[in-house]
């Protein structure tokens, strides 16, 4: 009964490899978002997305993008990975109840290690 | 945009005392700030949350006040323990930048047993 679960927990693959994440909520929710941590332990928002909006933060490479086959599903699709983009990486579900933000619930994260 | 500051980075206390994390931020229209502890390898997960019409909530040993007028928020653990130690984040958010939550960048707590 996990709320947001994320596939794979770990990945280890070689440069320049195009890779993708993916990521389940079941909770009902209608934004998904996607972060990543560095070793700083910085959460830098990459992606948030919801039935009608995607918003993409500016500094995100190109090579990254989301792709979401229904409302509950929202998976990361990295081309070209490069050593730089070795993070962990959440998902994260919320929900917009009208005016009012609602918290978000956190998956489990996918450590990614590009060699 | 919204930008949330946070501090300390590193915050090291004695088992028994209280610590205090702090976080200012500048979007006017925030009107939701959740508090997030991370333990080592584990996901990011909610421990309290305070809205724009509160002043101050407490649950248990942890309390957060809002200072709607100066911008800042803070968090407090009193009678802190070894189990505490993690890395808390603060967060704002509101409902016109599209449900969007801006992260501080993370205070390292350590309780010494």
């Known amino acids: 009964d996990t709320a947001v679960s994320q596939t794979p927990k770990y990945l280890v693959t070689q440069m320049g490899n195009d890779k993708s994440i993916k990521c389940e909520q079941n909770?009902?929710?209608?934004?998904m978002y996607w972060y990543k941590q560095d070793s700083k332990k910085f959460l830098k928002i990459m992606f948030s997305?919801?039935?009608?909006?995607?918003?993409i933060n500016e500094t995100v490479p190109n090579r990254f993008s989301p792709k979401s086959p229904d409302k509950a599903h929202l998976n990361l699709h990295i081309n070209s990975l490069e050593l730089g983009d070795s993070a962990v990486y959440f998902c994260?579900?919320?929900?917009?109840?009208?005016?009012?933000?609602?918290?978000?619930?956190f998956g489990p994260g996918t450590r990614l290690l590009v060699l | 945009g919204e930008n949330v500051e946070q501090h300390p980075s590193t915050l090291s206390v004695q088992e028994g005392d209280s610590a205090v994390i702090k976080c200012t931020y500048s979007?006017?229209?925030?009107?939701?700030f959740p508090w997030y502890k991370q333990e080592l390898g584990k996901r990011p997960q909610l421990i309290i949350d305070?809205?724009?019409?509160?002043g101050e909530k407490k649950d248990q040993r942890i309390a957060v006040t809002l200072n709607k007028t100066a911008k800042h928020f803070s968090l407090h653990i009193t009678e802190t323990q070894p189990e505490d130690s993690a890395v808390y984040f603060c967060?704002?958010?509101?409902?016109?930048?599209?449900?969007?939550?801006?992260f501080g960048t993370g205070t390292s707590l350590t309780v010494i047993p």
């Open positions: 997305y919801n039935n009608k909006e995607l918003i």
């Open positions: 909770l009902g929710h209608d934004t």
């Open positions: 967060a704002a958010s509101n409902r016109n930048t599209g449900n969007q939550f801006y």
């Open positions: 994260a579900s919320s929900q917009l109840a009208g005016k009012v933000v609602e918290t978000q619930y």
């Open positions: 305070i809205r724009s019409n509160v």
């Open positions: 979007d006017s229209a925030s009107n939701y």
